[in-house]
Nanobody, 123 residues
Framework: QVQLVESGGGSVQAGGSLRLSCAASGLTFSIYDMGWFRQGPVKEREFVGSISRRGGVTFYSASVKGLFTISRDNAKNMVYLQMNSLNPVDTALYYC????????????????WGQGTQVTVSS
């Protein structure tokens, strides 16, 4: 049974940082590309960034590029999202997801999802 479990969310003031983690189990992690998505109040699910299976390629949405960094540790079956200079617009439920279709931005291409971790940024 595939499980993705996010952690590291919380409340932070604007300008602060958080590091989200996603622990994967039940799959051969090293052959999956991983993505981070978020969904804020009354918003659609939004692509944040993705990383290829070996970690050599990353993509980011324009809104987080230069502020957020995705990394992974295949030995630990973990993927991370370092978020810096957080803004209230970053408030959302953050999800990690897994796919074998490449580090895509389309959430429909992802096969497995975690339950999400809440990030709240106050001004």
């Amino acid at each position: 049974q595939v499980q993705l479990v996010e952690s590291g969310g919380g409340s932070v003031q604007a300008g602060g940082s958080l590091r989200l983690s996603c622990a994967a189990s039940g799959l051969t992690f090293s052959i999956y590309d991983m993505g981070w998505f978020r969904q804020g109040p009354v918003k659609e699910r939004e692509f944040v960034g993705s990383i290829s299976r070996r970690g050599g390629v990353t993509f980011y949405s324009a809104s987080v590029k230069g502020l957020f960094t995705i990394s992974r540790d295949n030995a630990k079956n973990m993927v991370y999202l370092q978020m810096n200079s957080l803004n209230p617009v970053d408030t959302a439920l953050y999800y990690c997801a897994a796919t074998q279709r490449g580090p895509k931005s389309d959430f429909l291409l992802y096969d497995y999802w975690g339950q999400g971790t809440q990030v709240t940024v106050s001004s």
